[in-house]
Each structure stands twice: as structure tokens, then as C-alpha cells.
């Protein structure tokens, strides 16, 4: 059924949307192409906070559940919590290793046991019958080498669904899971030696892979990044050597030092002044030129997001149009300590590799060179310099793929925040130049970039101050050293006491785009007044990007933004995840008003994407389904834009409790996470028993739907 067309305020791609900001909206007289009964009705008015569904489509429920649902707020800053384990470290943990601590502030989540009944030794998990590898345990192992006894009783029967075909192999040609792949038949064989025996293969490429790597099934097809299990063990014990770190560190503490001793002694004695300045060293060593980046009108940026940025669900957004892409944020300690959980954020997807789109209509940074570029950044944040300079000579050293080395300084989780990490950076400024400056000087080509929020308080807005210090520096480093060299900053439109409550705040935003404006015009006057041999630390090649972030929901709020706030781009979060195709609206310039069975194709696609980057095995089809399920849970969220009576949609409005336009479209709608796990269910296969799964969001309506 054709719905009634939803009223709109007019607009066009290139952004001229009037004098109308996104947040006011006006309504249009549109009549209804097919109810002509809502066609003569006065339009309902717009309640704060909920969204407006044509009548048609409301679900009469009583008044207490409706009001409960409206006071009801998803708590989005949950969902910034970091609680996923990952099938690596999972795997050790049944090996009898360990079970490390998750980090995040949320309790640990639990989420069953992701293993075949009996394992099977990685000796033969991937070679034919008859020539396993050598087994590393021998006689100590105690994990399964009869493959026969395994594929019989130590593991599920092969799944049904994609037609029983695998995945992986049949886009591949080769499948890493091996012989513990759930659509086994699929891709091996018996055959039968001359001698009458008959022996177990897999078929295509898959052998192959048995040999030279200890871990095979660390590979995965189009996966780039994977750093080899050498480097992790060689971290962990401390076996790296970082000496471009150690180096300047070394300089560090001595300047940070003399610095504060001369501090200490009060701003009327001149005499300590000069004597600081006398003794002031040249650090050892400069920040080597760096790659030029670019942010523009066709970039459209997918944001960093813990759980949900996973390589999987970029790939997605990447495909539907996200131009740039950051890893989940790492924690810079653990990567220095070869936690396997850590480089596995850094993975990228090779699509993520290639140069984003240009088709340039604002600033460019000199010497921009596009072919050159990539969409994926690495995210990290750290509570001392000493652990993000050294972050940063690590990952630039083992990453080949890096477009840029962004800064947290607004992960809002008590954990990260009390350790003086994430947005308590915001309140340390000479710390945060300390690491920016630092991570310059180690990290080769690689830019570094930040992104901050307004503020840790709600009555106290720093980020103007912050933004002068990243462009320029403190006043006593500048002259000493030039400008910190930080090549773009991203400020999300909220603090970190408001939680996602109130709407990002786009006023603000576009008052330090104004700034960042002014900065960026008034640096040849910077470049006069710092010394020649400085120029170099002056970022991108004078050109310092500034990005907004908070509440995007469609092309219209995109290209608002850059009209009226004047950024250079925009980075889009929860938007992306509850509707990937924002970036296709965003390079159409137009709504989409997406059925619920391409909505289904999405949810496909991320299950063949999680199959290739974590394994069809039992491990990674439930890791796939895990993360399916925390993408349902914000993917639910999107009413489809034919039942609305105002656009632009808005990301903080909910709905009242409405019905799809089919059964489908009602079944995606759903806020119960068994429903996810039925939907879960038409890709991967039945969940096994004990399969759990916690939403991070507590929301009441959840409560009230989950148990009813
Ligand atoms: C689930 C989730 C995870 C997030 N993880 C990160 C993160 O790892 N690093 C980061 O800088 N911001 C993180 N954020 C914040 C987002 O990048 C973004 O700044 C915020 O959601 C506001 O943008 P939005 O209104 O478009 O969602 C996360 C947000 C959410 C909802």
C-alpha cells in the first residue's frame, strides 16, 4: 500500500534549506495520495520528544504504557560502554587460560558459551585427514584429533540456511574456518587413494592455508591490519622497542620539569623566566612531514562507536555511501601490552582502504593528494602522554593502513573518565597538547587528529578554549615549539554531564567552526610569528578541519549543518547504525523510504560480512550473531519515513507504539530482543541453547516489552 506523503519543509542537496534551521520545523499541506480522510484532517500537533505516525498506523495501547513510554529516554551513553569479547581471547578463555576482565563501565555482560561441544585441535583443523600439522601440546593436548569423531559428535550439524552453501568459500573460494565451518558439505570432500583408503579434504584454496601460520584462522579474506601474533607476544613482554618514544619522552619529563620549577616561582620574577628560556632544549627529534587529509561536503563521516563500529558494520556503511571510517576507540595501555582485544579494533575492511570520494567545493589543504588518502582512522585514547606517545609509534609502525591516529577526548564512561582519560582530557588541556605533540613527532606521515565534546560540565563550555590551544598550542610551548600539529578536530554538540537527553547543541558548533574559520584564515599571520623552522609542526599544511557531530539523521540535518554551522563535514553516529543508508540519502540528496525487505538485505549483508571477518565456525557465527543483535537493537529504532506526518525525522523523537506497513516492516519495528534473536535466526541458524543476549540500553519500554 502506497502511504500518504509525509509533510516536509523544502530543501535541496546542495543544502539550501532556507532560513529554516533543521530544528524548526514548519508543515507543509501535502495532501494524501491515497487517504483522503488524513488529507482533510487538521494535521495532529507535534509532541516534544515523540515521534508524529500517521493515524493508520498507531496501535491503540493503554494510557499508562503510553505515558510510561514517553517519559521513557534510551540511554544512548550506555551503549558507549564497552563489554564485547572477542572470539579470540574467548577461545583462550576455554582453553583453561584466564578470563580477562571486560573493560567498559557497564557490568559484564554475559552472552553463553560460543563453542563446538568437543575442540578440535588446530593441528588438524585445516589440513586433510591424513596430514596434520604437528601437534604444539603432543601428548598433553587434550583437544580432539580424530576428525572423523569430531565431525560426528563434537560439534552441531551443518546449518540450512544460505541453501547449505558457505558463505565465505562461495564468495572466496576459501573458507578459514576449516573444518569447523557449519556449512562444512559445502566445501569438502571424500576421496578414495589407490590403496582403497578414503580420506577427508576440504576443497578450494582452504588447505592451503595449513603450514607456515600458527594461527591460520587469524586470515580473513578482504580483512587488512591483521598484525601477526609475533608482534602481540613481542609487546606483551616488553620486547619492542620504541625508541623514538623513549627519546623524546626522555626530553619530555626534563622540559615538563624545568617548565614547572619555573612555574612554581611565581610570574614577577623575570629572572626565572629568562633562565627557563636559556635552558630551554630543542627536543630530539621533529615531527616528520605528514600526509595531507582532507573533510568535505562528499565526506560524510561514519563515527567511532564502541561495539557497533565493528569491521562488519563499516564495510556496510561504507558500501551505502561513509566516506570516512574510525575504529572502535582502543585502549592506548593495552595496545602497548599486545592485548590480542585491542589490535583486533584496528582490523580494517579493503574497501575501507581506498581513497575517499573528492569532488572538492571548499578548502583544500595544500599538497592534498587524494590517491594517497584512505577512509579508515584509528581512534585511541590514554590518560598519561607517555602512553599515547608510545601508542602512537606502535600502531604507525605495525598498521600499514592509517589514515590518521584520532584522539577520545569525550568517551563520558567512569571507567575511562577516572583515569584521567576519554573527556577528562577536556579539563586537562597542557596534558592533551602534551600527547598531541608527542604522538607527532613518532607517528612518521600518519596525521593526529582529536575529538572533543563542549565540555565535561554542563555550565562550562571549554571546547572554544581547547580548539585554540590544538590549533596554536599553550603560550609558552608555541614559542619554544610552533603549533602542537593537529590536523583535525571533531566536537560532538554535548557535554559529558547531559548524556543523550538533550539535543546536540549545533549553536555551539558552528561558534567554533567560526573560530577554527578565523584560525585557519589568520595563519599566515601565525606563520610570521613563529619561527621559520616551526612551519612544519603547523598541521596540514596550515589547514586545521573541523567536523560536527550530534544528531544527524538525514541529508537535509547533513546539509544544514554544513549551510548554517559551516563545518567541513559532518560525523554521523547513532543515525548510521538505526539507518545505514544516511549516506546514501546524503549522496542522493534525497529521503529513502527503504521497504522492510531491503531493510532485510542490510541485515544479511552484515551477517555474511561478520561470517568473513570472525569465521563460519560456531565461535564466529555466534560473535556474528552477538553483533547482529546489538545492530538490531538500534536498527529497530528507524521508522520508516512513510508513516511519519513531519520530516526531516528527528533521532530523538519515539514513537508511539505503531504497526509496520507489512509484517516485516512490524517485525524490524520490534523493541524485544527475542525478536532480534528470531531475526537473527533467518541468517544464522537456530541460536544455540545457551545463547544469551543483554541489550546495553535499559530502557522501560524495553523492560515492559521484553517481559510481556
Ligand atoms: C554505541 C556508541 C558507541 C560509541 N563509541 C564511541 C567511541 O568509541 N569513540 C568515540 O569517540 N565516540 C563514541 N561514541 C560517540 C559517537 O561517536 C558520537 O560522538 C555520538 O554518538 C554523537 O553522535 P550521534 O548523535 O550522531 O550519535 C559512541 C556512541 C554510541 C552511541
Wanted: hydrophobic share 35%; net charge neutral.
Amino acid at each position: 500500500m502506497a502511504s500518504p506523503q509525509p509533510r516536509e519543509r523544502p530543501t535541496s542537496p546542495s543544502g539550501e534549506t532556507g532560513d529554516e534551521r533543521a530544528s524548526k520545523r514548519i508543515k507543509l499541506d501535502v495532501s494524501s495520495p491515497t487517504s483522503q480522510d488524513a488529507a482533510h484532517k487538521a494535521p495532529r500537533p507535534r509532541v516534544k520528544g515523540l515521534a508524529t505516525i500517521k493515524e493508520e498506523y498507531l496501535i491503540p495501547v493503554p494510557a499508562q504504557a503510553a505515558r510510561a513510554e514517553v517519559a521513557d529516554v534510551i540511554d544512548d551513553d550506555a551503549a558507549e560502554g564497552r563489554t564485547a569479547p572477542d572470539p579470540a581471547s574467548q577461545q583462550a578463555s576455554q582453553k583453561g587460560g584466564r578470563r580477562k576482565k571486560q573493560k567498559g563501565q557497564n557490568k559484564e555482560r554475559e552472552f553463553g558459551t560460543f563453542s563446538d561441544a568437543v575442540r578440535l585441535c588446530n593441528s588438524v583443523a585445516w589440513t586433510p585427514e591424513f596430514s596434520p600439522r604437528p601437534c604444539k601440546h603432543g601428548d598433553r593436548c587434550n583437544a580432539l584429533h580424530d576428525l572423523r569423531k569430531y565431525l560426528k559428535e563434537g560439534r552441531r550439524k551443518d546449518l540450512e540456511v544460505f541453501g547449505g552453501k558457505c558463505p565465505v568459500w562461495e564468495t572466496h573460494g576459501k573458507c578459514p574456518a576449516g573444518w569447523r565451518c557449519l556449512f562444512l558439505s559445502s566445501h569438502m570432500k571424500e576421496i578414495e587413494h589407490e590403496d582403497g583408503r578414503k580420506e577427508l579434504v576440504l576443497v578450494g584454496d582452504a588447505s592451503k592455508t595449513s603450514g607456515e601460520d600458527d594461527e591460520p584462522n587469524e586470515a580473513r579474506p578482504g580483512v587488512m591490519n591483521i598484525v601477526p601474533p609475533r608482534v602481540k607476544l613481542d609487546l606483551s613482554r616488553k620486547k619492542v622497542n620504541l625508541d623514538k618514544s623513549d627519546k623524546y619522552l626522555e626530553w619530555l619529563a626534563k622540559d615538563t620539569e624545568m617548565y614547572r620549577k619555573h612555574y612554581n616561582k611565581g610570574k614577577d620574577d623575570v629572572e626565572e623566566s629568562m633562565d627557563y628560556r636559556a635552558q630551554y632544549v630543542e627536543p630530539p627529534l621533529k615531527p616528520s612531514e605528514k600526509r595531507r587529509i582532507y573533510f568535505g561536503r562528499e565526506t560524510p563521516v561514519l563515527a567511532p562507536l564502541t561495539t557497533q563500529g565493528n569491521l562488519p558494520f563499516r564495510r556496510l556503511c561504507v558500501e551505502l555511501g561513509a566516506q570516512l571510517t574510525y575504529s572502535e576507540m582502543a585502549l592506548g595501555l593495552p595496545l602497548l601490552q599486545g592485548q590480542k582485544a585491542d589490535w583486533t579494533l584496528m582490523r580494517a575492511h579493503e574497501s575501507e582502504i581506498t581513497p575517499p570520494r573528492f569532488t572538492p567545493s571548499g578548502p583544500i589543504a595544500q599538497g592534498y593528494d587524494n590517491s594517497k588518502d584512505l577512509k579508515f582512522g584509528v581512534q585511541i585514547t590514554a590518560s598519561a602522554p607517555w602512553i599515547a606517545i608510545k601508542s602512537a609509534e606502535t600502531l604507525t609502525r605495525f598498521l600499514p593502513h592509517l589514515r590518521l591516529l584520532d584522539v577520545n577526548c569525550g568517551c563520558p564512561i567512569d571507567m575511562v573518565f577516572k583515569s584521567g582519560a576519554g573527556s577528562a582530557l577536556l579539563d586537562t588541556p597542557a596534558k592533551l597538547e602534551r600527547m598531541i605533540r608527542g604522538m607527532n613527532v613518532v607517528s612518521g606521515d600518519v596525521p593526529i587528529t582529536a575529538k572533543i565534546r563542549m565540555g565535561v560540565r554542563d555550565d562550562k563550555h571549554t571546547a572554544q578554549k581547547l580548539i585554540e590551544r590544538l590549533a596554536f598550542g599553550g603560550a609558552d610551548m608555541r614559542d619554544q615549539l610552533g603549533a602542537p600539529g593537529c590536523a583535525a578536530v571533531t566536537l560532538h554538540g554535548r557535554t559529558r554531564q547531559q548524556r543523550y537527553t538533550k539535543a546536540a547543541d549545533w549553536g555551539y558548533i558552528a561558534e567554533c567552526a567560526a573560530q577554527i574559520k578565523l584560525f585557519n584564515e589568520t595563519k599566515s599571520d601565525l606563520a610570521d610569528t613563529i619561527r621559520e623552522t616551526e612551519e612544519n609542526t603547523l598541521p596540514n599544511g596550515g589547514h586545521m578541519y573541523f567536523v560536527g557531530n550530534g544528531d544527524c539523521y538525514s541529508h537535509v540535518e547533513y546539509f544544514d549543518h554544513l549551510e548554517n554551522a559551516r563545518v567541513d563535514s559532518v560525523m554521523i553516529g547513532r543515525g548510521a547504525i538505526i539507518k545505514p543508508w544516511i549516506f546514501e540519502e546524503i549522496e542522493k540528496g534525497q529521503y529513502l523510504d527503504k521497504s522492510a525487505s531491503e531493510r532485510l538485505t542490510y541485515i544479511e549483508k552484515f551477517v555474511r560480512y561478520g561470517m568473513e571477518a570472525w569465521g563460519s565456525d560456531e565461535l564466529g557465527l555466534n560473535y556474528t550473531r552477538r553483533f547482529l543483535l546489538e545492530f538490531l537493537s538500534f536498527f529497530n529504532r528507524y521508522i520508516p519515513i512513510g508513516l511519519l506526518e513531519y520530516l526531516p525525522p528527528s533521532l530523538n523523537e519515539r514513537p508511539p507504539a505503531y504497526r509496520g506497513r507489512n509484517d516485516l516492516e512490524t517485525l524490524l519495528a520490534s523493541k524485544n530482543y527475542k525478536d532480534w534473536i528470531k531475526i537473527s535466526e533467518m541468517f544464522l541458524g537456530p541460536a544455540p541453547s545457551e545463547f544469551k543476549f543483554q541489550p546495553k540500553h535499559k530502557s522501560n519500554s524495553y523492560e515492559i516489552e521484553a517481559e510481556g
